[in-house]
């Protein structure tokens, strides 16, 4: 899998990921679809690591594909525990820190950016 096809599948799921939390994030109990769904992309998000850690890139790409692995990573750790009761008794809210992100810019655009940039250097 190219860099370039690896990007467009992780903003679709970013974007997945994304209302899936969302949804969470209001405090009602999960629905069985959105436990569902949480597990189908905790799988896509691991599935696509993986595949990440298979190219070797040097350069640009590989900056793009470092960058790329560390937010495969926050989404599959923020959805792994996005249903975990826990997490707002321990007084940490993993779910709102998507929204500032431990890294360059909210995760999803930033992952909408990274796909732009390997886009246009193929054209």
């Not at 939390?21 to 691991?46: N, Q, V």
């Amino acid at each position: 899998m190219s860099l370039l096809a690896l990007l467009e599948e992780a903003v679709v799921a970013a974007g997945r990921a994304e209302q899936v939390l969302t949804r969470a994030e209001d405090g009602s109990p999960p629905t069985a679809g959105d436990a569902r769904l949480a597990l189908h992309l905790r799988i896509r998000f691991a599935e696509l690591q993986r595949w990440v850690d298979d190219l070797e890139l040097s350069g640009r790409d590989a900056e793009v594909r470092d960058e790329t692995a560390r937010l495969l990573a926050f989404y599959l750790h923020l959805l792994t525990h996005a249903f975990d009761r826990r997490i707002a008794e321990a007084g940490r809210d993993r779910l709102a820190i998507r929204s500032r992100g431990p890294l360059t810019g909210a995760p999803c655009a930033r992952l909408t950016t990274l796909r732009e940039r390997v886009s246009s250097w193929v054209r």
